[in-house]
């Protein structure tokens, strides 16, 4: 069944109050704290946002970068990988929320995006 809507998980680098802004526009956004997975290794973020189907959000484009190069090469499947530049977090919000209303999330399927 296609999935329309982007459905986001936030590193824990990434401020609580975005995902705050982005449910008040009636976006599905889930931190690291609400699902108690603070301190998790970012392989294993990426695994359980795989599991849930959440695009996962992040400030860290090193490491995300080399997980996506690696799932990419060892086949399994993700909900997409958000990389943000830091900004104030209402300036990350409205381009986000561009992104949200741009991008579904089938096609954000085994993607990296930049914002």
Not at 31 to 58: I, W
Request: no cysteine; hydrophobic share 50%; net charge negative.
């Amino acid at each position: 069944m296609p999935r329309l809507f982007i459905e986001l998980y936030l590193d824990e680098d990434v401020d609580v109050l975005l995902a705050t802004l982005v449910k008040a526009r009636g976006f599905s956004a889930r931190t690291m704290a609400e699902v108690a997975r603070l301190g998790a290794a970012d392989d294993r973020q990426l695994e359980y946002a795989a599991e849930q189907n959440l695009a996962l959000l992040t400030h860290n484009r090193a490491d995300f970068e080399e997980l996506a190069r690696d799932w990419l090469a060892s086949g399994p499947t993700h909900a997409g990988i958000l990389i943000a530049v830091r900004r104030p977090v209402h300036d990350m919000a409205r381009r986000l929320l561009a992104l949200l209303n741009d991008v579904t999330a089938d096609e954000m399927e085994n993607q990296v995006r930049y914002f």
